[in-house]
């Protein structure tokens, strides 16, 4: 298989680290690839031109993380990060939607900051910086578990570290010490460890 990627990406990262939980490391070949220079080959693989995406070993493209993510639970080895069924099924596919969503308010403000000056729109940067703050304080209350380990904790966990990284003087952790024993905890794990946002 093949996962087209590219290091910063917080929704590449759950691949990754599903990847590496599922013990499938080893069967997929990690390409880097820039979406927003149009990378030929993305473009040729993956008709939306975002990354991750995976190629699977009969040449069927798959996109979207959760979609991605869930596949790779599926075919791997070792305990579900998506319990197959009853209400923590639920659970943790809720969870994932919250996480990402928190991400893409962070992605948003970090696209609206990198239009030139003069386009920049102040009232959809505060927006996202609101929207942000509230779906943090929202994974702050539910405080997921890290043990044992599903893919809702998996993605607040990318989402935590990708703010950090991205916007570091936002402050997330303030007020918020359940996600930062989270953070912790899921940043000392080797299949986080290794995929670090550079
Ligand atoms: N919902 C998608 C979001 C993926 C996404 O936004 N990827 C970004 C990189 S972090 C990208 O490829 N952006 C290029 C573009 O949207 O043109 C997922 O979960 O995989």
Redesign the pocket.
Known sequence: MRLYM?A?????R?CRVVAREKGLADRIEEVLAD??ANDPALVAANP?????ALVDDEGVVW????L?CARLDAIGSGPRLIPEGGEAHWRVRRLEVLA?SAL?MG?KWILENRRPEGERSPSWIQRWKDGLNRSLDALEAWNPPADPLDLGAIATGCTLTWIGFRHPDFGWEEGRPNLVALRDRLEARESFAQTRPS
């Open positions: 590219s910063p990406s917080p929704f590449v759950k979406p927003y939306i031109v975002q990354v991750p996109n979207d993380s959760p991605i990402d893409e992605v």
